[in-house]
């Protein structure tokens, strides 16, 4: 049973400040000491349980909620165990309840991750969020060591470049191909090479 708003405002002043997240009202749970919270609740004070608040999780065992490490992170109330971030997002803290999308120019191909991976020189990732990387078409560059966002036509004294060149654009002939345009679609999939390369990386 529910206990009014009242009782909720007694619990609240009798149980002082936590760390964690206070209940919503209505989130309390009546349950009478020394009976055990239930897994998905923890001990809220010495008579009332609380549900479990989103970026932790309480798995019965000890009573108290248990902030999600990082790499984990959980959307819910009432969990028992975090959710690892998949591919493409990361958290680098406790107590997450949303996994954070890698930024453009950044990626992460493996699940569980507290960050993600630099697109380096000949590479580039233009979206957030993202598994995979891609390497540059022939005649476009990314020059940058780590972080490259898109890549740059290659023109002037270095109008040539192999596909995913990590010197960026070259002034010696190349395969004899230059790309029109080299830009990922809003998917995420990476462009296709006009000389047949294969231009993405997932791992």
Partial sequence: MLFSS?????????????????PDEGGLMGRASP???????????TTACAYCPAGSYCDGT????????????QP???????LGTPKGYYTN???NAAATPCPAGTYQPNTIQVGCNGAPSGRFQSLPGQACVCLTCSGWGAPLK???????NCS?????????????CLSKTTNGYHAATCQQDANGACP????????????
């Fill in 156 to 168: 002037g004294s270095t109008p040539n470049s192999y596909p995913g060149s990590g010197d960026g």
């Fill in 192 to 203: 296709i090479d006009p000389s047949g390369t294969n231009l993405t990386i997932c791992g």
């Fill in 62 to 73: 000890s009573g108290q909620a248990k902030l999600c490490s990082p790499g984990f992170y």
């Fill in 6 to 22: 009242s009782v909720v405002s007694a619990f609240m002043m009798l149980s002082g400040v936590s760390a964690l997240p206070q």
């Fill in 93 to 95: 803290s406790q107590g």
């Fill in 76 to 82: 819910n109330i009432n969990s028992t165990a975090c």
């Fill in 146 to 152: 780590n972080n490259n966002i898109n890549p740059v």
């Fill in 35 to 45: 009976s055990p919270c239930p897994a998905g609740s923890y001990r809220y004070n």
